[in-house]
């Protein structure tokens, strides 16, 4: 390769390596499980004089966090703000306060395994600085926001209506991503159940006896199926009906969400009971079901088979042909060949 050619591609190399770091955008997360992405913990650490295990709950410490940045931006206010921005930061430091004190906090609906901040959650509740957004700028403006930036962290937004706002707000940036909350999901409690409702158990019932029903030898004296393929039709039914049965309680598992009011604010918590004896019936029934299933379909192929051959056959056969003297009647003997 000329020398040329390896100078451009140099050259080429590192303007991309410049243009990269001069557009790459860090997200200041840290630790996946911190309350902030700029303080981290140091909220509760301060407060309590521990870092936060996992038997605390998200909203007390969204609460901690929320009391300690309001303190701590209160007690730090810039020169260079004018009078304007001065006002304005500290009637949102009056708004973070009663917004803090509702304990109205949203949770992180779509990423489970990790904390990200949620600027409007699915039950509509609205993040902090999306509340100080929402309470100057309007809930459209916020809406606006949560639909393009939902998780993203406050350095990331970069709309041109949120940064103008953030500009008349007395805050910077900064100050904005130090009050930024990144909050969990909503808590799952897995649970385990071994109880029948009444209505499974007599579906279940009703399955299993038309079952025994096909497979028992009294079928033909209290069936009001007296003909051998309409009862193997019936088989068939019961057996598709069974298997259809099993299959969507095989797996069933049911959901409830209880909320608590806890002091100053409120815990939401998604309950997922799964059913192993409800799941061990109905996987039975599919068995059960495809069995009848199975030698009802097994039955009605014989009985179509042994129905084709009996109507083939040697047969003697007469017909009269015309005569001059009259019609006379002529014998042959053939095979008959049946298709169906």
């Given at each position: 390769?000329?020398?040329?050619?390896?100078?451009l591609?140099?050259g080429?190399?590192?303007l991309?390596?410049?243009?990269?770091?001069?557009n790459?955008k860090?997200?200041?997360e840290?630790?996946k499980?911190?309350?902030?992405?700029?303080?981290?913990?140091?909220?509760?650490?301060?407060?309590?004089?521990?870092a936060?295990?996992?038997?605390?709950?998200?909203?007390e410490?969204?609460?901690?966090?929320?009391?300690?940045?309001?303190?701590?931006l209160?007690?730090?206010?810039?020169?260079?703000?004018?009078p304007?921005?001065k006002?304005?930061r500290?009637?949102?430091?009056?708004?973070?306060?009663?917004?803090?004190?509702?304990?109205?906090?949203?949770?992180?609906?779509?990423?489970?395994?990790?904390?990200?901040?949620?600027?409007?959650?699915?039950?509509?509740?609205?993040?902090?600085?999306?509340?100080?957004?929402?309470?100057?700028?309007?809930?459209?403006?916020?809406?606006?926001?949560?639909?393009?930036?939902?998780?993203?962290?406050?350095?990331?937004?970069d709309?041109?209506?949120?940064?103008?706002?953030?500009?008349?707000?007395?805050?910077?940036?900064?100050e904005?991503?130090?009050?930024?909350?990144?909050?969990?999901?909503?808590?799952?409690?897995?649970?385990?159940?071994?109880r029948l409702?009444?209505?499974?158990?007599?579906?279940?019932?009703v399955?299993?006896?038309?079952n025994?029903?096909?497979?028992?030898?009294?079928?033909?004296?209290?069936?009001?199926?007296?003909?051998?393929?309409?009862?193997?039709?019936?088989?068939?039914?019961?057996?598709?009906?069974?298997?259809l049965?099993?299959?969507?309680?095989?797996?069933?598992?049911s959901?409830?969400?209880?909320?608590?009011?806890?002091?100053?604010?409120?815990?939401?918590?998604?309950?997922?009971?799964?059913?192993?004896?409800?799941?061990?019936?109905?996987?039975?029934?599919?068995?059960?079901?495809?069995?009848?299933?199975f030698?009802?379909?097994?039955?009605?192929?014989?009985?179509?088979?042994?129905?084709?051959?009996?109507?083939s056959?040697?047969?003697v056969?007469?017909f009269?042909?015309?005569?001059?003297?009259?019609?006379?009647?002529?014998?042959?003997?053939?095979?008959?060949?049946?298709?169906?």
């Amino acid at each position: 390769m000329r020398t040329s050619n390896i100078l451009l591609l140099t050259g080429c190399t590192v303007l991309l390596l410049i243009y990269s770091l001069a557009n790459f955008k860090v997200l200041p997360e840290t630790n996946k499980n911190t309350i902030n992405a700029i303080l981290g913990d140091k909220s509760y650490i301060s407060t309590f004089g521990e870092a936060p295990n996992s038997s605390v709950t998200d909203a007390e410490r969204t609460y901690t966090h929320l009391s300690y940045v309001e303190q701590l931006l209160r007690n730090s206010l810039p020169d260079n703000l004018t009078p304007s921005q001065k006002e304005q930061r500290l009637t949102f430091l009056d708004h973070l306060r009663d917004y803090r004190l509702a304990g109205n906090f949203p949770v992180n609906d779509d990423h489970p395994d990790t904390r990200r901040p949620t600027f409007i959650s699915g039950n509509g509740n609205i993040c902090a600085v999306g509340y100080l957004v929402e309470q100057s700028a309007g809930r459209a403006v916020a809406e606006f926001v949560n639909d393009h930036y939902k998780y993203s962290y406050i350095n990331a937004i970069d709309a041109p209506i949120f940064l103008d706002w953030a500009e008349k707000s007395g805050f910077t940036i900064e100050e904005l991503a130090m009050i930024q909350p990144a909050y969990q999901s909503v808590e799952n409690v897995n649970q385990t159940s071994y109880r029948l409702e009444a209505p499974y158990i007599v579906t279940s019932s009703v399955a299993l006896t038309a079952n025994a029903f096909y497979w028992s030898p009294d079928f033909d004296v209290y069936s009001p199926f007296t003909n051998n393929t309409t009862r193997q039709w019936a088989g068939l039914a019961i057996g598709t009906g069974t298997i259809l049965h099993g299959i969507l309680n095989v797996n069933l598992k049911s959901q409830r969400q209880e909320t608590y009011q806890n002091g100053l604010w409120t815990t939401t918590t998604n309950y997922v009971e799964r059913n192993y004896l409800r799941s061990a019936l109905s996987s039975g029934q599919i068995i059960v079901g495809a069995a009848t299933l199975f030698v009802s379909a097994r039955n009605l192929l014989n009985a179509s088979s042994e129905s084709r051959l009996s109507e083939s056959g040697l047969i003697v056969t007469s017909f009269s042909l015309p005569h001059e003297n009259g019609a006379q009647a002529v014998g042959g003997v053939g095979y008959r060949f049946a298709f169906n």
